[in-house]
Nanobody, 121 residues
């Protein structure tokens, strides 16, 4: 089992940057593809980005491509989401997930509790 704890969310202005972190417990972190999802108020949870076990393959939602970068450090059991040029429509609770690639998305087997990102205009 993997426990995931997100951090790094906050309130920023449009155009600013944030870096989210997700720390995983256990010694099997490198066995999982990792990803980020988000859920805005009144909307369904949506895929944001995913990274393969060794970090060599990444996938992004079209809405964040070119602005967000996902990466991982297996030595630190941590996955990151660097978010640049933030827009008000990026406002959501961001969730970290551990699982496996499903096409260009991720099937999450384990989920974190989420961290709030709010982007003001």
């Amino acid at each position: 089992q993997v426990q995931l704890v997100e951090s790094g969310g906050g309130l920023v202005q449009a155009g600013d940057s944030l870096r989210l972190s997700c720390a995983a417990s256990g010694r099997t972190f490198s066995s999982y593809d990792m990803g980020w999802f988000r859920q805005a108020p009144g909307k369904e949870r949506e895929f944001v980005a995913a990274v393969s076990r060794k970090g060599s393959i990444t996938s992004y939602a079209d809405s964040v491509k070119g602005r967000f970068t996902i990466s991982r450090d297996n030595a630190k059991n941590t996955v990151y989401l660097q978010m640049n040029s933030l827009k008000p429509e990026d406002t959501a609770v961001y969730y970290c997930a551990a699982g496996s690639f499903a096409g260009l998305s991720l099937r999450g087997d384990y989920w974190g509790q989420g961290t709030q990102v709010t982007v003001s205009s």
